[in-house]
């Protein structure tokens, strides 16, 4: 029997560098949103454990044991004591190293569904175990609900009423190493977020947005100019009400009341830049 998933994009529409604790990791206050554009995972029996990759983003994925999803159900076995395989299917729709959390998505889904398939208990998203796959794979094994994300990507509080709207994605097709965007802040002790809006209207939201930061754009702007640019066409677009990175980029977002304009506003853009990765999706 084939068990099938999406694995979302991942949309940091804030993300506040509030600290740095003595191992390294850094203090996030981040309000996490998933969209309805993701990548697609089968999972089916198998005596050992492999994945193949497919889809336009499959170029350069491993499909070894340093996959983040082999990583992720070799985690699931070892805890569980599993002696099952697995024949993982991928297809790759979202840009790797996009900001967006591809990999980690990948990795959450992956979990949900093998969990099911070797009939074991799901993996909690507070296990230490998990959070040593990557400080995105918590939160993402929390979509589609909206997070406010804290701590080291291990404190997950559910954000409810948030107002209905759409988004654009557009990366320029650069890479930007995220251990770079960190080594170029400014300043690692920042204020966090302001205290989210309780069932605002989409302007509403929107106002208190723009309060708002992403502490990782200053370095990722440095080490990518392309950033500049797509945040620029995005905000010329007169239905964009916000325009920002996600994460540590180089993914921008453009965000819109409603589909409809989604739609329009990405046309515009991929017909002015054909070599961009440009996706209008629903915010789940």
């Known amino acids: 029997m084939i068990h099938k998933g999406r694995a979302p994009a991942k949309i940091n529409l804030t993300l506040h560098v509030t600290g740095q604790r003595d191992d390294g990791y850094h203090l996030l206050d981040s309000l996490v949103v998933f969209a309805d554009v993701a990548d697609q995972i089968d999972v089916t029996l198998a005596t050992d454990l492999r994945i193949s990759v497919n889809g336009p983003f499959s ?4 499909t070894d044991h340093t996959n983040l999803v082999i990583r992720a159900a070799e985690t699931l076995r070892r805890v ?5 395989g697995a024949a993982i299917t991928l297809e790759k729709h979202l840009p790797n190293a996009a900001g967006i959390g591809g990999g980690s998505s990948d990795a959450a889904t992956a979990l949900s569904l093998l969990a099911d398939l070797w009939n074991v208990p ?3 998203p507070h296990m230490a175990e998990v959070l040593a796959l990557g400080a995105d794979v918590p939160v993402c ?5 909206p997070q406010r994300m804290t701590g080291i990507g291990d404190v997950l509080t559910p954000v409810l009423n948030l107002p209905d709207c759409a988004v654009v994605l557009v990366n320029p097709r650069v890479k930007v190493p995220t251990q770079g965007i960190f080594r170029g802040l400014s300043s690692r002790s920042n204020p966090p977020m302001d205290s989210l809006p309780d069932g605002a209207d989409f302007d509403g939201f929107v106002h208190w947005l723009r309060q708002q930061r992403n502490d990782l754009l200053p370095p990722a702007r440095a080490l990518a100019p392309e950033i500049d640019t797509a945040l620029a066409k995005l905000s010329a677009m007169p239905n964009v009400k916000f325009a920002g990175m996600s994460g540590s980029g180089a993914t921008c977002f453009g965000l819109v009341p409603n589909m409809a304009d989604a739609r329009h506003v990405a046309r515009a853009i991929q017909v002015s830049e054909m070599a961009w990765w440009v996706a209008p999706a629903q915010v789940l």
Do not use: F, K, N, R
């Open 59 to 62: 170029e350069g994925v491993p």
């Open 141 to 145: 094994m929390a979509a589609p609900t």
């Open 80 to 84: 569980h004591g599993v002696t099952q």
């Open 122 to 124: 799901p993996l909690s």
